[in-house]
């Protein structure tokens, strides 16, 4: 039992705490190859070799990075539902159950990614710098985009085609709700790295996700009657 008065609140923040680390480690623990290559890219010693790393990272990302994070999304899904967790089992059970769908995601959106930043160095180097002011507006769309696909995929049974036309809508037709989430996000990343960074190993991926999908469940259920309910895309809210 949970007890009331200081007791109670005591024991249901320890035990938030206490989910929102195990969730993460979970998660750093899936993304460990992809954490070496990422350390080692510190200690390279020419273009090359960074290079090749960033490549390699870059392949491994949509097999790793993107199973795992969809995995961790799935268990704050169910925290923020207010459903019954057990950390580990639901992480497993989301990895298995959405890995192909979210590594072909993965190759897609990475692909996005490589597309944005090749047009970035190009349009940047070869024809005017204030194309950067651009396209780093176009990164934090992306990247939000990024964050909607995560949340759609383990929130609703649709095609995948159908959750990139979701994921799309939700970004750019609520541009004030992507600014906000891109903006607490990268200050999430900025304070890690630069102020408290135990928050990356213990909090770092769990409140992202947190955050992220939060703002994702408030706004879909506002504009799902509206915009959700073509047969065509025939989405059905997971359980």
């Known amino acids: 039992m949970e007890g ?40 390279a010693q020419n273009i090359n070799q960074l290079m090749t790393l960033g490549v390699t990272i870059t392949i491994l990302a949509p097999f790793v990075f993107f199973p795992s994070t969809t995995a961790m999304y799935g268990v704050i899904r169910k925290f923020i539902l207010s459903e019954e967790i057990r950390v580990f089992q639901s992480f497993l059970r989301y990895y298995k159950e959405n890995y192909v769908r979210s590594m072909v995601g993965g ?11 090749a047009d970035y160095y190009y349009f940047t180097t070869f024809i005017e710098g204030w ?20 949340s759609l995929t383990i929130h ?9 036309k979701i994921a799309l809508l939700l970004t750019f037709g609520n541009p004030l709700l992507t600014l906000v989430l891109g903006a607490i996000t990268v200050l999430i990343i900025y304070l890690s790295f630069n102020v408290i960074t135990f928050l990356i190993p213990f ?37």
Do not use: E
């Not at 190759?107 to 930043?117: A, D, E, R, T, Y």
């Open 203 to 239: 909090f770092l991926g769990s409140l992202i996700s947190y955050v992220s999908f939060y703002g994702f469940h408030k706004l879909f259920m506002k504009i799902h009657s509206s915009y959700l309910t073509d047969p065509k895309t025939t989405d059905t809210i997971q359980n």
């Open 107 to 117: 190759l897609l959106i990475g692909l996005m990614w490589i597309v944005l930043i």
């Open 4 to 43: 009331k008065g200081l007791i109670g609140g005591f024991y249901r923040i320890s035990n938030i705490i206490t989910r929102f680390v195990g969730i993460n480690l979970l998660w750093i623990l899936f993304n460990l190859p992809l954490l070496y290559l990422a350390l080692c890219t510190i200690y």
């Open 156 to 164: 609703v049974h649709t095609k995948l085609k159908d959750t990139f």
């Open 131 to 150: 194309f950067k002011y651009l396209f780093i507006n176009l990164a934090l769309f992306l990247f939000v985009f990024t964050l909607h696909f995560f």
